[in-house]
């Protein structure tokens, strides 16, 4: 069964510091990866996508990995502020092509305080 | 680019009331939409998928009688929740997907979502 399990479920930092998220994956066959940022009543807007061959990739503060191996991927998040505060999304991109299907996780809720 | 809206963004009807979403890829020709509903605290649910020019397909467990589902054109997709109940309160959030380049990414770009209540 295609499965995303993410983890920490919710998560609180202090502005500033850095945090990172874990997502594991049972999916296949695998196309890419990708993380979402989802504001409270907002829909989800990429952070990061990585295919098969890509273990790492940037996009300002946010830092994805990927290791295509253990099947596991996280979201380092650099010098927080409170803008980041939401629910991320690791969403596993199953197939290839036009019949590709997003197996969604449960997010990790993420807070940051002043 | 690559922007999909949605309206409106927040709606509340009685109960047994029909309400339509509409869905609109601005910037692209989107040829496969996405419905989705996520009920607080949980992750998106897809409802079903919609073709340009041909009918819906619904995930098991989806009523497509109740959710009414319409993909009039590349850039327009609809979704009409009928005789709406309590609980079909929930934020639901489309997607398109256009051609993209490399063809393997195909890209889905999600709306801001709608926000519906229902009394």
């Known amino acids: 069964k295609n499965q995303v399990e993410q983890s920490p479920q919710s998560l609180i930092i202090l502005e500033g510091k850095n945090c990172t998220l874990q997502?594991?994956?049972?999916?296949?066959?695998?196309?890419?990866l990708r993380w979402y940022k989802q504001d409270t009543g907002r829909g989800p807007v990429s952070l990061t996508i990585?295919?098969?061959?890509?273990n790492t990739k940037s996009n300002g503060r946010y830092t994805a990995t990927l290791d295509a191996d253990t099947k596991q991927s996280s979201l380092h998040i650099t010098a927080s502020q409170l803008s980041d505060s939401a629910s991320y999304i690791c969403v596993v991109s199953a197939g290839g092509g036009a019949t590709n299907k997003l197996i969604f996780g449960t997010g990790t809720l993420l807070a940051v305080q002043p | 680019g690559a922007v999909v809206s949605q309206h409106p963004s927040w709606v509340i009807c009685k109960s047994g009331t029909s309400v339509k979403i509409e869905c609109r890829s601005l910037?692209?020709?989107?040829?496969?939409m996405f419905w989705y509903r996520q009920f607080p605290k949980q992750s998106l649910m897809l409802m079903a998928t919609s073709n340009e020019g041909s009918k819906a397909t619904y995930e098991q467990g989806v009523e497509k009688d109740k959710f009414l589902i319409n993909h009039a054109s590349l850039t327009l997709s609809t979704l009409t929740v009928t005789s709406a109940h309590p609980e079909d309160s929930s934020f639901y959030i489309c997607?398109?997907?256009?051609?993209?380049?490399?063809?393997?990414?195909?890209?889905?770009?999600f709306g801001p979502g709608t926000r519906l209540t229902v009394t």
């Open positions: 997502c594991n994956y049972t999916v296949s066959p695998f196309s890419n």
């Open positions: 997607s398109a997907r256009g051609l993209a380049e490399p063809l393997h990414l195909y890209e889905q770009y």
């Open positions: 910037d692209f020709q989107a040829t496969t």
């Open positions: 990585m295919t098969f061959s890509e």
